[in-house]
């Protein structure tokens, strides 16, 4: 194991700066994941620590030891790439054992070394193997495989990941982090993906356009971003950015909405800021910001709605936990289908069916079955008429909201009668 330490590193290309006087203290055992958008930086600062870039100025010290201009052979560090970059004339044995060879190490320490690692990984089945019988995951454990062998000071990844499909890139982000614990190799992990950023990082390191513009761990991360760049890149759905101006120590939306945010800091009336609020902090409810739905993507476990806020130049998402049954009029009267998507909450319905197919209610519900239960208590008037829209289409006229009591009831009528919003629903910060 190993410190690092980045001191003011600058780089330039030409007449391009690429990185702006990144500064970096790294502890012994720690997984540090840089993270940002492409072009920010982060691959050529990994680059810069291998020793395959140097830096036009600032200093690299691993160890204690300054190798800022040190070829990358004399650092003891070890790098995975993104392409594996494995001798496809070479077995697995010897792409594992080549850099072993090369130091002139003893054929039995090196058939040691191998095993031990092949073992760790569970490729020993694969040793005789050609890089091109392989599969993408198994080239990658080779490439890993490969450099544990060295047993660096240091380990560099270099989005290492990014060439699996979905599944796969899962389950060797799990296998990279128990790695690296069991092993205690200090590590550099380099991403544009933020889920790998959260689950890797022990701490983050977003960049932006060759700055740093925060180091903390990802919750601090998440929680109390640095910026708004860092707010924005950080989360799925991205934050909901609103402008307002502070007012009698509350923050008043451009909307006409006055909200008390806890924490705001003591600014003076009239001073513009940027609300920002987490898809997952928006419920809904009355009296709040008015969203008019545009799009629902059913995830399984969580919901996401997207929309225009009213009267505001601005979008909206709301992250909901659970599922969602939608009811569709069909041309058979009286019958209704159901599909998943979010909390028991209100029920949003129409009084009268205007086409086969339009979506008459949204069951908000924890569980599947719970939404299948409210959904059949609701009595709906449906007609078969000739026309057929698409749900898109059909969210975008206007409906009631029907509070949940009425679900309960199965009373659809009675509570349509009271019902004062429409489907462009209301979202109340929380």
Excluded at 257 to 282: C, F, N, S, W, Y
Aim: charged content about 20%; proline content about 5%; overall charge positive.
């Amino acid at each position: 194991m190993a410190t690092l330490k980045l001191t003011d590193i600058k780089k330039q290309f030409g007449t391009t700066q690429v990185l702006h006087g990144v500064d970096l203290d790294v502890a012994e055992g720690e997984m540090i994941v840089i993270v940002g958008a492409s072009g920010c930086g982060k691959s050529t600062l990994l680059r810069i620590v291998a020793g395959l870039e140097f830096a036009t100025s600032g200093q690299v010290e691993i160890g204690g030891r300054n190798v800022t201009g040190l070829d990358p052979a004399e650092r003891d560090v070890a790098m995975v790439f993104q392409n594996y970059a494995l001798y496809p004339h070479m077995s697995v044995f010897q792409n594992m054992a080549y850099g072993l060879k090369i130091r002139r190490m003893a054929p039995e320490d090196i058939r040691k070394r191998v095993a031990q690692a092949a073992s760790l990984l569970g490729i020993e089945a694969l040793l005789e193997r050609r890089p091109r019988e392989l599969s993408g995951g198994q080239r990658q454990r080779v490439a890993m495989g490969r450099a544990i062998v060295r047993e660096p000071k240091l380990f560099l990844f270099d989005e290492p990941l990014s060439n699996l499909d979905a599944k796969l890139r899962v389950q060797m982000r799990a296998e990279i982090k128990r790695l690296q614990r069991r092993l205690g190799v200090t590590s550099l992990f380099v991403t544009h993906d933020q889920v790998e950023a959260m689950t890797l990082g022990d701490r983050l390191v977003v960049m932006h356009q060759g700055h740093v513009a925060q180091v903390a761990t990802p919750m601090e991360i998440w929680s109390r971003p640095a910026d708004t760049y860092v707010a924005s890149f950080i989360g799925s759905p991205a934050m909901n950015f609103l402008p307002g101006i502070m007012e009698g120590g509350a923050v008043r939306l451009d909307l006409g909405l006055k909200l008390h945010v806890p924490g705001t800091p003591a600014l003076a009336d009239g001073h513009k800021v940027t609300l920002g609020i987490r898809p997952e902090h928006l419920s809904p409810g009355s009296g709040g910001l008015t969203i008019n739905l545009e799009l629902l993507e059913p995830l399984g476990s969580e919901t996401v709605a997207h929309g225009k806020l009213k009267g505001v130049d601005a979008r909206a998402a709301r992250a909901m936990p659970g599922v969602v049954a939608v009811l569709l009029a069909q041309d058979i009267p009286g019958d209704a289908m159901l599909a998943s998507f979010a909390g028991d909450e209100p029920i949003f319905a129409r009084d009268t069916v205007q086409h086969i197919g339009q979506v008459v209610g949204l069951v908000v519900a924890r569980s599947v079955m719970q939404a299948r239960r409210a959904a059949r208590k609701v009595v709906l008037d449906i007609e078969a008429l000739p026309a057929v829209l698409s749900v898109q289409q059909a969210l975008a006229a206007q409906s009631y909201v029907l509070p949940p009591v009425f679900v309960r009831r199965g009373d659809v009528h009675t509570g349509l009668k009271v019902a004062k919003h429409t489907l462009s629903g209301s979202l109340e910060v929380g």
